[in-house]
């Protein structure tokens, strides 16, 4: 069965940190641009990070710009997600999924070019 595992959430402080991992389970990710996603409750997913295939170039929502990085060890099969000054409005379902990096993957994406969807994993951000 080929599909992603997120891992890595938690309970975090207010400026704290986590690193959420995506890795991958019956495929490869060499050949995939992989993205991140958050749901919070009772809202639409939202497209929060990415990083290519082919270069490993990345793109970010202005909302976690300057504090999330994203990034890939293709010899792990896994794409990682460093979470730094963590706010409480970053609790949320963490998801990763197969689709492309687009220079517009901050702003807008379309949901049905991502694919192998994780279980997700919870983040939670309280004092």
């Known amino acids: 069965q080929v599909h992603l595992v997120e891992s890595g959430g938690g309970s975090v402080h207010p400026g704290g940190s986590l690193r959420l991992s995506c890795a991958a389970s019956?495929?490869?990710?060499?050949?995939?641009?992989i993205a991140w996603f958050r749901r919070h409750p009772g809202m639409e997913r939202e497209g929060i990070a990415c990083?290519?295939?082919?270069?490993?170039?990345?793109v970010y929502g202005d909302s976690v710009k300057g504090r999330f990085a994203i990034s890939r060890d293709n010899a792990k099969n896994t794409v990682y997600l460093e979470m730094s000054s963590l706010k409480p409005e970053d609790t949320a379902v963490y998801y990763c999924a197969t689709g492309p990096c687009e220079s517009h993957f901050g702003t807008y994406y379309f949901p049905s070019e991502y694919k192998d969807w994780g279980q997700g994993t919870q983040v939670t951000v309280s004092s």
């Open positions: 019956g495929f490869t990710l060499d050949p995939y641009s």
């Open positions: 990083i290519s295939a082919s270069d490993g170039s990345t």
